[in-house]
């Protein structure tokens, strides 16, 4: 009953934007505090060149209950503006991008590499095993992350359903 959807959101392209427009301006000194140290032009794997893949890019995910009482999640991302090719972040590790059971189910998005070492989906579930409502738990498992990482998560449980994020994400009205 959704819309159909096919654009990444405004404050991504934003985001992007200004990205975009710092690092044509000032250089890699422009990058997110956590890619400083990188020296992206070494080990840049792609047949495009760096300068010429300044896109945007986005992660989708869903948390559903269906009408057997069953939970399920899924995701898809854009990937991570710079990273490399073979890069595996957080969408497709159990645990860290998704995670569901009998309890609920949850998906993040933002910066992989700290969901990851944090298991944050796993640590959000976990919360709803131990009867907290998804959105007390979403609340608190972007509370977990250091205040400097982007994050977000959705997740549902048989109480209802919550979200959380760091920066504005595109939220959708639950089905009926």
Request: aromatic share 6%.
């Amino acid at each position: 009953g959704f819309p159909e959807h096919h654009a990444v959101s405004p404050a991504a392209l934003e985001r992007h934007r200004r990205l975009v427009q710092a690092l044509k301006q000032q250089g890699k000194g422009a990058l997110p505090a956590r890619w400083r140290g990188a020296d992206l032009e070494r080990v840049w794997n792609f047949d495009t060149p760096l300068d010429e893949v300044l896109r945007a890019c986005d992660t989708v995910g869903a948390v559903a209950l269906d009408a057997a009482g069953r939970f399920a999640v899924a995701g898809s991302t854009g990937g991570s503006w710079p990273m490399l090719r073979g890069r595996v972040g957080d969408t497709p590790i159990a645990g860290a991008g998704f995670f569901a059971g009998e309890h609920g189910a949850v998906a993040c998005t933002g910066a992989g590499e700290e969901i990851m070492r944090r298991t944050l989906a796993r640590e959000i579930y976990q919360m709803l095993a131990l009867g907290a409502h998804p959105q007390a738990a979403c609340e608190a498992g972007v509370a977990l992350m250091p205040k400097d990482v982007e994050v977000g998560a959705i997740a549902i449980s048989r109480a209802g359903h919550g979200a959380a994020a760091r920066q504005p994400m595109a939220w959708s009205a639950m089905a009926e």
